[in-house]
């Protein structure tokens, strides 16, 4: 079914996910035309900041509406993971209270080891995958729930996709030998229904996941844990000085370090050049 904008919406956006009313024609026969004329209160909103190459500094672009799981999709080889830009990912989804989901691609080329105890002390769950593999553990993972998959070109969202719903055809493309980088072979986000139940929605790679518009709390918010060790901080801590509280506290015994560790490394990954690569 083809819907336009009702006028009356004005500026406000729609995006992928998003829950609408229609009035019009719903029929979805060749040259009929159903208008938007709500768009229902959303439950999540998962956005990123624009980047520099999109000249408008700062301003958060919402990519999906409704999503409840953000599944960070990671090759483990060509194009080789980035562990900056998943934990870029992995604040994208507190900031947005969408449980994250690492999904390693690409298990046939190099082994997941390093990443996994990397990402342990998080807690996040993650799932490995290969070409052709047993897909039964992330059907179980994304049935009747509403998943976005992100993560650079190349990784293979698309051909994830494809696998998991008959008749997805979306286009995948060889990652290039000489940059190692994807070729953006998919253009826009799109929704697509899972057979048992529940929504996947592919997205075009992105290069950069601008997150100017995180705050420090909404990064602690993710680990209760240390919350309690930062009462003692100056106001205004970053957590990331000398003079923030949380060494003393994990010293004393209150946390794991390298929970610590790993706030610090998210907090951290905040800040710098939009560009990730
Ligand atoms: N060896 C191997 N190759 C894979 C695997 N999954 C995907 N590929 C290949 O990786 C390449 C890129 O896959 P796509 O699915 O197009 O990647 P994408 O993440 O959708 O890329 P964009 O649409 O550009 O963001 C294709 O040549 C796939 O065949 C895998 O598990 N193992
Ligand atoms: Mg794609
Ligand atoms: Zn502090």
């Known amino acids: 079914m083809v819907a336009m904008k009702a006028r009356e919406l004005g500026r406000k956006g729609i995006v992928v996910g998003d829950r609408v009313a229609l009035v019009g024609d719903v029929t979805g026969n060749s ?3 159903a208008r938007v004329v709500r768009v229902e209160p ?3 909103m998962l956005r990123r900041s624009a980047d520099d190459t999109d000249n408008t500094d700062g301003i958060e672009r919402p990519v999906v509406a409704n999503a409840d799981q953000l599944v960070i999709v990671t090759a483990l080889a060509d194009p080789p993971p ?3 830009m998943i934990d870029r990912m992995l604040v994208a989804a507190f900031d947005a209270d969408i449980e994250p989901l690492l999904c390693l691609t690409k298990a046939d ?3 997941p080891g390093e990443l996994v105890s990397l990402y342990a002390p998080l807690g996040v769950p993650y799932v490995v995958l290969h070409k052709g593999g047993d897909l039964d553990e992330v059907r179980r993972r994304l049935l009747d729930r509403v998943s976005v998959l992100v993560g650079h ?4 969202k698309s051909t994830l996709v494809n696998a998991l719903v008959p008749d997805a055809n979306r286009a995948v493309s060889h990652v290039n030998a000489v940059t190692g980088r994807g070729r953006h072979t998919s253009t826009s986000a799109v929704a697509l229904e899972l057979p048992e139940g529940g929504w996947i929605i592919d997205t075009p790679g992105v290069r950069s996941f601008g997150l100017a518009h995180v705050s420090v709390e909404t990064v602690l918010a993710g680990f209760p844990d240390l919350v309690e060790g930062t009462v003692e901080c100056p106001k205004g801590c970053t957590h990331l000085g000398e003079e923030c509280a949380l060494d003393a506290w994990v010293e004393t015994g209150h946390a794991d370090p390298v929970r610590l560790v790993s706030l ?3 907090l951290a990954s905040r800040e710098g050049a939009a560009d990730d690569d």
């Not at 070109?153 to 293979?156: A, E, Q, R």
């Open 264 to 266: 610090r490394r998210l």
């Open 153 to 156: 070109s190349g990784v293979g």
């Open 109 to 111: 080329l190099a082994s």
């Open 82 to 84: 980035r562990p900056r």
């Open 42 to 44: 959303r439950s999540s």
């Open 31 to 33: 040259d009929t035309l």
